[in-house]
């Protein structure tokens, strides 16, 4: 199935294409389907923002968006930064910044429990909209280690892995990571979808 990648996040777009392609599916950018706007994300959920994205780029695509919208929830800080993830700390400020900026929020906490959530939706030209979530459980690190990944990865340290998300390769984040099993349970749906379809 072709699917076009509502993001223009380049990390993002690694890791997706690498999990769809491997699922026998044709991935395509939303720059390379001919939309290169941006679309607003004023959701309260990271599922109402994926939904967001991806009825946007399917409407100007008319092929079927994928779209995912994920975020780091840290306990101590009662769940922030969660959907403002992207915008923690302001606009234009870089993942390094934003780095030491929730360090610097966690510097006396004792408790560092977080876990990062991906929602995963896809809308269909028919209307359709399926969707997947994913967690990955983990706890913030003192100082960041690794130079893998992107956003918050370096300071997040992959619960039963010894390694921040930043540490382990591609493939061993994409076994382990909220945007990896949310395409996983995604791809479960899809198959369900097609038969029901007939496809």
């Keep these: 199935m ?17 999990l769809l392609e491997q699922m026998g599916h044709e991935v395509v950018t939303q720059k390379e389907a001919g939309f290169s706007g941006e679309v607003e ?16 780029v399917m409407e100007a695509t008319r092929l079927p968006a994928i779209a995912d919208d994920s975020g780091l929830m840290v306990e101590a800080l009662g769940g922030r930064p969660g959907v403002y993830s992207k915008r923690y700390g302001g606009e234009g400020v870089s993942d390094e910044e934003r780095n030491a900026l929730l360090l610097r929020e966690m510097e006396r906490e004792e408790h560092r429990s977080a876990q990062f959530v991906s929602s ?9 909209i399926l969707s997947a979530e994913g967690v990955c459980r983990g706890e913030i690190l003192r100082s960041p280690r690794g130079t893998g990944g992107f956003g918050y990865d370096p300071v997040f340290l992959v619960e039963g892995t010894g390694k921040s998300m930043a540490e382990l390769t591609l493939e061993e984040k994409n076994a382990l990571s ?20 007939g496809d």
Excluded: W
């Excluded at 995963?120 to 359709?128: E, K, M, Q």
């Excluded at 479960?188 to 029901?196: A, C, G, S």
């Design 2 to 18: 072709k699917f076009v990648l509502a993001s223009n996040n380049k990390g993002k777009l690694v890791e997706m294409r690498a």
């Design 41 to 56: 994300e004023t959701g309260a959920t990271f599922y109402e923002n994926a939904l967001l994205k991806a009825r946007a």
């Design 120 to 128: 995963i939706v896809c809308a269909f030209p028919d209307g359709h």
């Design 178 to 197: 909220h945007r990896g099993q949310a395409l996983r349970l995604f791809e479960k749906r899809l198959r369900e979808y097609q038969r029901e379809k």
